[in-house]
Each structure stands twice: as C-alpha cells, then as structure tokens.
C-alpha cells in the first residue's frame, strides 16, 4: 500500500519563502508537486520524472527548485519570491514503476498574504 506524507505548507507573505517535503512507500515513486487554487483545475508546478528530466511550470520558473533525496524517496520543493497567485492547496504525486499508477498525497495549504 502507498502511504504518502507531505510537509511544509503553511502562511507566508509576499516575498517569503517555503520548503515542502513529500516522501512516499509502497514502493511508488514519489515524482513532485501539483498545486491546486480555488475555482481552478489542478496543475503541474515541478515534478522529476523517473528516468526524465526536471519539468517546472513557467509561472514558478526562477523562483521555485525541485530537488530530490533518492535514498530516502523525497522530494523537496524550495519556493522563493512567494506571490499572492501561489496560494494553493499543494499536492504531492507518486507513480508505481510497476504498472504507473497514481498517488496523490492529502494535500498542503499555501497561502501567500499580507
């Protein structure tokens, strides 16, 4: 079974800075971070590929890393220069190698307010 733990949200103001953690078992691949804002579609923010390349959303590009503890299945995504349009509900995603199903974490609150 995937068990998937996130960390990290939180309020911060414009500006500021965040760390979020993901890690997953089971044997899923824990790939990275979509984000979700009232009224809107869930969307891609940073995610490392199993085997691919680092694929990070245009509107965080500069601002936002990914980075990725392969021992310990953990993804970390440093966010700086927080903008109020980053307020989301931040969502972490792991894929099963084995037939690439999806897991989706409980989800983390970012607000970005002053």
């Known amino acids: 079974q995937v068990h998937i733990v996130e960390s990290g949200g939180g309020l911060v103001q414009p500006g500021g800075s965040l760390r979020l953690s993901c890690s997953s078992s089971?044997?899923?691949?824990?790939e990275g971070w979509y984000r979700q804002a009232p009224g809107k579609q869930r969307e891609l923010v940073a995610i490392?590929?199993?085997?691919?390349?680092?694929k990070t959303a245009s509107p965080v590009l500069g601002r936002f890393t990914i980075s990725r503890d392969s021992a310990k299945n953990t993804v970390y995504l440093q966010m700086n220069s927080l903008k109020p349009e980053d307020t989301a509900v931040y969502y972490c995603?792991?894929?099963?190698?084995?037939?690439?199903?999806?897991?989706w974490g409980q989800g983390t609150q970012v607000t970005v307010s002053s």
């Open positions: 089971g044997g899923a691949y824990t």
């Open positions: 490392i590929p199993n085997g691919g390349f680092i």
């Open positions: 995603k792991a894929v099963s190698p084995a037939n690439g199903g999806e897991y």
